[in-house]
């Protein structure tokens, strides 16, 4: 089986141009904690909860503070066809929760989490 058969398509993209209030405001809408980072289709990062709060918040910063400011620019991601056991070794080698998956022309077409897998 591979990842495509069970990953979400339909997922929110933050641009590295966003305030960090408007994702955080997404995050909560669609109760996330991660969000993908994209510039015209293109994956460049992943913003967390937890990049909100240890970058920003614990350093004093706005919460106009742009995206690209505290978002991981190291992408871990696999492909939709990857088997899934590729994808769930990749989550436990990296301590991720979740991957984007990128198509062959490397464009962002979903996301998979442990609890797709399961």
Known sequence: MNVQSCMSTDVKLASPDQTIREVAEIMRSIDA????????????GMITDRDIAIRAVALGLSPDTKVSEVMSSEIYYCHESDELAAAAKQMADRQVRRLPVLNADKRLVGIIALGDIA
Do not use: A
Request: charged share 25%; aromatic share 0%.
């Open 33 to 44: 904690g991660s969000m993908p980072v994209g510039d015209n289709d293109r994956l460049v």
